[in-house]
């Protein structure tokens, strides 16, 4: 082999002087997310983490895994992809939560084709804020630079979340008839059903850059409002008592996801006249010609997660979680045939 025909992983596209460093970048962000029971930073092969030290006597571990999905193109296109970062928290340990757990850790994968330094950093940096925002900690990922594999500034993500509860205190649990329905405000359309508001926007013609015309601000801006975070006031109210279950409204709506939590045969009645969507959900059914039942099994349209709470503690449990900053409505009970059945309409 003559010396001109000699190659490198550089010239073959990957930039391993790159990835040390986005590392270096990263450090400070993910060591702001620091919490008992971390024991090692990044750097390592793997990631240590003390359940002792984070106050466990007898844990159940509990782990949940999830991407963006599609919002990522319109992350992409526009260039603004920090708040990615934290939906990609926030679609694990909305999760997490749901079954009782404690949020511990985190660990996310970016793999892209050419690695940009700058934009990984800004995306690793909403990771760690949405981190903080849980109460986990940042203790590692992995970078994959793929030449081939991703074109242009296309990149993707991957999330590992881990928590923990102790044994016993899983949910759902004790679900009965009667029960009520705790409705949180979502913060947007979330990470969810992108592929089709990706559809509709296609359809009225309108650029990312343009007007929101149901709101301030841009199309695209608009649409990339990150998913509201709900851990640490569940997790209150879950330790005040009387939470049954809970359900974090993805991919499938109220439609699909609240029936996960309900016991065999029982359903659920959801009053769609207690509260408002968002104008921006209203804008979609319009534009797109999305039926209202289309609607409520793909989008959240409002609420991203619901509490089933025994009924002498709806008021009490909806006042501190009111007093925590969430916005709460009474959107319902359990009780009916199995699935969802809905009064009311949504607009």
């Known amino acids: 082999m003559t010396e001109n025909s000699a190659l490198t992983y550089a010239q073959a596209g990957v930039d391993i002087d790159a990835g040390n460093a ?81 949020p511990l850790f985190f660990l996310d994968y970016f793999a892209t084709g050419k690695l940009d330094v700058a934009q990984a950093a800004a995306v690793v940096e909403g990771i760690a804020a949405g981190c903080k925002a849980a109460g986990c900690a940042l203790i590692g990922g992995e970078t994959a630079e793929m030449p081939g594999m991703y074109h242009g500034g296309d990149f993707d993500l991957a999330g590992f ?23 949180l405000a979502s913060s947007g359309v979330h990470s969810n059903g992108y592929s089709l508001v990706r559809r509709i926007v296609e359809r009225t013609g309108l650029g990312w850059d343009a007007a929101a015309p149901f709101g301030r601000g841009t199309l695209g801006a608009a649409l990339l409002e990150p998913t509201r975070l709900y851990v640490r006031p569940v997790l209150e109210a879950m330790r005040a008592g009387g939470v049954h279950a809970a359900a974090h409204i993805t991919g499938g709506g109220i439609t699909e996801n609240l029936p996960r939590v309900l016991p065999e045969g029982l359903g659920a009645i959801v009053d769609l006249d207690a509260w408002e969507p968002p104008a921006l959900f209203r804008w979609l059914a319009e534009e797109g010609g999305v039926s209202e039942a289309e609607m409520l099994k793909t989008f959240n349209c409002g609420i991203g997660m619901i509490l089933v709470v025994a009924r002498d503690r709806a008021q009490p449990l909806a006042a501190s979680l009111r007093a925590a900053g969430e916005t709460v409505r009474e959107i319902g009970e359990v009780g009916g045939r199995a699935g969802v059945g809905y009064t009311g309409t949504l607009w």
Not at 45 to 60: C, H, R, S
Not at 71 to 78: C, G, H
Not at 161 to 183: F, I, N, S, W, Y
């Open 161 to 183: 979340a881990v928590g923990a509860m102790e044994r016993g205190a899983h949910l759902p649990q004790g679900v009965a008839e009667g029960d009520v329905l705790l409705g």
């Open 22 to 102: 986005l590392v270096d970048r990263i450090k400070p962000a993910a060591k702001s997310t620091d919490r008992p029971g971390v024991m090692s930073g990044l750097g390592g092969f793997g990631a240590l983490f003390d359940l002792k030290a984070a106050g466990y006597a007898d844990p159940v571990l509990v782990a949940a895994t999830d991407g963006v999905g599609t919002k990522l193109r319109i992350a992409i296109d526009t260039g603004i992809v920090a708040g990615v970062g934290t939906d990609l928290v926030a679609m694990c340990v909305n999760d997490l939560v749901c079954q009782g757990a404690e």
